[in-house]
């Protein structure tokens, strides 16, 4: 059973760009494709005005392919470029500091140098 359902909006990582459509990362196992009949209502000149290789947007799923592990994928009726709400969180120092890792990394080099040796 897969994570992934239709009509579900998702992130996903543009990894590709040709004249056909935009080609996206979903995880480690599935990808997707975006055809330029879905990218927008208006013609499309120029993939490019939308996104690029790299972009992390957010697509609406149109079919699942389990076997294949791909995904039809629309950005043409969701508002894909929108920004996550994060919610900064306060960094709370230790009093401990840096002293934890002083303390372990000797311990740490050792075990590794034994393993090296334990290897050869």
Same mark, same amino acid.
């Given at each position: ?70 995904? %039809? *994928?629309? !950005?043409?009726?969701? $508002?894909?470029?929108? /920004?996550?709400?994060?919610? #900064? ?14 303390? %372990? *990394?000797? !311990?740490?080099?050792? $075990?590794?140098?034994? /393993?090296?040796?334990?290897? #050869?």
């Amino acid at each position: 059973m897969t994570k992934y359902k239709k009509g579900k909006v998702v992130k996903a990582t543009v990894t590709g760009i040709e004249s056909y459509g935009v080609f996206v990362s979903l995880d480690e196992y599935y990808s997707g494709l975006i055809h330029i009949s879905e990218i927008s209502h208006s013609y499309v000149k120029n993939i490019t005005d939308y996104v690029n290789i790299g972009d992390i947007i957010y697509v609406e799923i149109l079919d699942v392919d389990d076997e294949l592990s791909q995904l %039809k *994928l629309s !950005i043409k009726n969701i $508002d894909y470029k929108k /920004k996550a709400n994060f919610k #900064k969180k306060k960094i709370v120092e230790t009093s401990l500091g840096f002293k934890t890792l002083a303390y %372990k *990394l000797p !311990i740490w080099i050792d $075990d590794n140098l034994e /393993k090296m040796k334990k290897v #050869k």
